[in-house]
């Protein structure tokens, strides 16, 4: 007879209400079989009002090696740790927490994915004129690496003028602040285009045409990257496409996002060689 009782594997997953969309598993899981190693990688749905008793729960597992946070939690999780790495501090938000001699810490590897979409993972340049499309959670990583690299014109458009002036009191950083309608106007010369909000992802409400329609005033080697990543092809990417810029897909920032958890999780550094088997994956 085989053996009844299997050893535990050690485990790290992802955390967030609802949680059944996350490509997280697939990533780190695909990473764990091309190192052989023997763990797991889950999705786990946690409620707000349950997130509490979720880390107090996993503090005394010690099968768990830690857990990357997406929405809702992102900022509700700096409360209950032990120590937030500076980054994540400043950016108001964490997406990784792990154990450390300190206990419960936490990190922002958005940041690494946003460096990443933009071309700058290892020396930080100036992303030129650049706009960014929302003024949410998503959008606070890419502000934060934007002003790391002295970005030398960040223009905001938002649909409320309020959250916008609110994250660049909070974040102490220059920029100016639109509206959507006024992205003819906005998006003239522009080097980088972010759209660091739902718009266009499936569920949500689609890029205005006016946004969509705007690219054409941007300049001719614009580099367009949109966090949404499904669909893998937005309306925002098609038109950038279209004109001959640089379109930048979620992917790019999700898979950029993961490489740094993985390595806190598992203290093993990601097989990067195979993106390209990894990304077929992640779109079949």
């Known amino acids: 007879m085989g053996d009844l009782f299997h050893e535990p594997l050690p485990y790290a997953e992802v955390i967030g209400d609802p949680i059944y969309q996350s490509k997280s598993p697939l990533i780190h899981g695909f990473w764990l079989q091309k190192l052989g190693l023997r763990a797991e990688y889950r999705a786990t749905r946690v409620r707000a009002d349950g997130l509490a008793a979720y880390l107090e729960k996993r503090r005394v597992d010690s099968d768990w090696r830690g857990c990357n946070v997406t929405i809702p939690h992102k900022q509700d999780v700096l409360r209950h740790l032990d120590f937030v790495l500076p980054t994540a501090r400043r950016v108001g938000a964490v997406n990784c927490v792990y154990r450390t001699r300190k206990g419960l810490s936490g990190e922002n590897s958005d940041i690494d994915g946003v460096r990443e979409a933009l071309d700058m993972p290892v020396n930080e340049r100036d992303p030129g004129i650049t706009c960014l499309i929302g003024a949410g959670g998503a959008a606070r990583a890419a502000l934060h690496v934007l002003d790391s690299a002295g970005a030398s014109e960040i223009r905001i458009l938002v649909r409320r003028p309020e959250r916008a002036e609110a994250l660049l ?80 897909d979620g992917l790019t920032m999700l898979i950029g996002q993961a490489e740094l958890a993985f390595n806190l999780f598992f203290h093993a550094e990601a097989p990067r060689q195979h993106d390209a088997e990894l990304r077929k994956l992640l779109t079949a």
């Open 169 to 248: 009191a909070e974040f102490g950083v220059t920029a100016s602040i639109h509206r959507f309608a006024d992205a003819a106007t906005v998006f003239a010369g522009a080097n980088t285009i972010i759209n660091a909000s739902p718009l266009g992802m499936a569920g949500q409400q689609r890029m205005p045409v006016a946004m969509l329609e705007a690219l054409a005033v941007t300049a001719a080697d614009a580099l367009v990257f949109d966090m949404v990543y499904l669909p893998l092809e937005t309306d925002l990417l098609a038109a950038a496409r279209a004109l001959g810029h640089r379109p930048v």
